[in-house]
Each structure stands twice: as structure tokens, then as C-alpha cells.
T-cell receptor
């Protein structure tokens, strides 16, 4: 079955701390895509990154980095030197090619960055 | 930039009313989706459409229907609203082929009283 698990429901850090959000997935597909989205208090989900199953290189974008490990079925997200503006709910998602390529979402991790 | 808009940010309706939620995208995307988001449950797919007039049920279609008469517009209809349909509703779109990420609208927070 396709499944995404984000075990951390809430995380609270102080500004400038590094924080890692965990994502573990299950899929029977040999080819698949994983995603991270950010949902700020305004409500709109903002696409952050896409990773395909053939590319295990880590990705860095500014203060954000992602670690994809196929061996452990994990796709973790690290924010370096967190800022208050990073406060949001973060979702990890897995594509499911049936049903139009719907996304299967984890339950989300609410990150609170305090000044 | 991809733009997905939804007709209302907040909506309050009474039990039994027929409710229309509208979604419009401006990127000529073939696929469009309606999700609902509830605390502790994440996002769940209600319906999706892969072309004009084409629709498929998602995971929780009961109590909902959809309409797609034009490529850019995808409507979600609550035939007879009930209190258990109080939720955040999110519309999304993407191209039919890769790269597969979906682009979301701002959401409609619906309260049924």
C-alpha cells in the first residue's frame, strides 16, 4: 500500500536552530516521486521540492536541504538556521499513479519557530 | 507563476443547502483535484478530473459531486451539506505528464451549521 508517515506532529524550536522534519514512505512502485509542501497560516500549500526515485542526491536550496535515502524509505527535510517565517505545517507526499497521479500526504508536521 | 484561485476563502452554510465551490487555474493544466483537509487526517482526495467533462472518484466521494465544463474550471458540489462536511477544501492542478507536482489554491474553509 502507498503510505506516508510523518511521525512528528509538532516541533518547536528557537530561531537560528537547525531542525529536521522526518518523512517515511511505503510504496510498491519502482519508479515514484516524493514531494514536500509548506502550508503557512494563510492556508495555501506551497510546493517546495520534487524528488524522483532514481535520484538519491541530496538537494540544497538556501537554508533548506533534503536527504533522500531509498534504503530506509525516508525523505527528510532540514531547515538550517530557522527563522520565524519558517513557522508552518509541512507535508511530505508521494505520488500514486492511479487516480490521476494523486498525491498521498503524510499527516503533516507543524513547525513553530520562536524568536 | 501558476495561479489557482478558489471562489471563497470562508463560507458558512446551513445543513441541507446545496453548496458550490469553484476553482480556476490559469496554466492550461489537464488534471485538477479536490481535496479536503482535516486535523489529524491530512489531505484526502475527493474527486479528480483529467480532462473536460471527465471525472473520477477519489477516496472520499460520498456526499460530493463535481463538474468540469471548461478546462480551467473545476467545481465541487455538496448536494445537501451536512455538519460532517465542515472542513478545509483545497483545489489543485497539474499537467497531465511530468513533472507531477500539483499547484494548490488558497483553500476554502467551509462551516456547515
Amino acid at each position: 500500500a502507498q503510505k506516508v508517515t510523518q511521525a512528528q506532529t509538532e516541533i518547536s524550536v528557537v530561531e537560528k536552530e537547525d531542525v529536521t522534519l522526518d518523512c517515511v514512505y511505503e510504496t510498491r512502485d519502482t519508479t515514484y516521486y516524493l514531494f514536500w509542501y509548506k502550508q503557512p497560516p494563510s492556508g495555501e500549500l506551497v510546493f517546495l521540492i520534487r524528488r524522483n526515485s532514481f535520484d538519491e542526491q541530496n538537494e540544497i536550496s538556501g537554508r533548506y536541504s533534503w536527504n533522500f535515502q531509498k534504503s530506509t524509505s525516508s525523505f527528510n527535510f532540514t531547515i538550517t538556521a530557522s527563522q520565524v517565517v519558517d513557522s508552518a505545517v509541512y507535508f511530505c507526499a508521494l505520488i500514486y499513479y492511479n487516480q490521476g497521479g494523486k498525491l498521498i500526504f503524510g499527516q503533516g508536521t507543524e513547525l513553530s519557530v520562536k524568536p | 507563476d501558476v495561479k489557482v484561485t478558489q471562489s471563497s476563502r470562508y463560507l458558512v452554510k446551513r445543513t441541507g443547502e446545496k453548496v458550490f465551490l469553484e476553482c480556476v487555474q490559469d496554466m492550461d493544466h489537464e488534471n485538477m483535484f479536490w481535496y479536503r483537509q482535516d486535523p489529524g487526517l491530512g489531505l484526502r482526495l475527493i474527486y479528480f478530473s483529467y480532462d473536460v467533462k471527465m471525472k473520477e472518484k477519489g477516496d472520499i466521494p460520498e456526499g460530493y459531486s463535481v463538474s468540469r465544463e471548461k478546462k480551467e474550471r473545476f467545481s465541487l458540489i455538496l448536494e445537501s451539506a451536512s455538519t460532517n462536511q465542515t472542513s478545509m477544501y483545497l483545489c489543485a492542478s497539474r499537467t497531465a505528464g511530468g513533472p507531477y507536482e500539483q499547484y494548490f489554491g488558497p483553500g476554502t474553509r467551509l462551516t456547515v451549521t
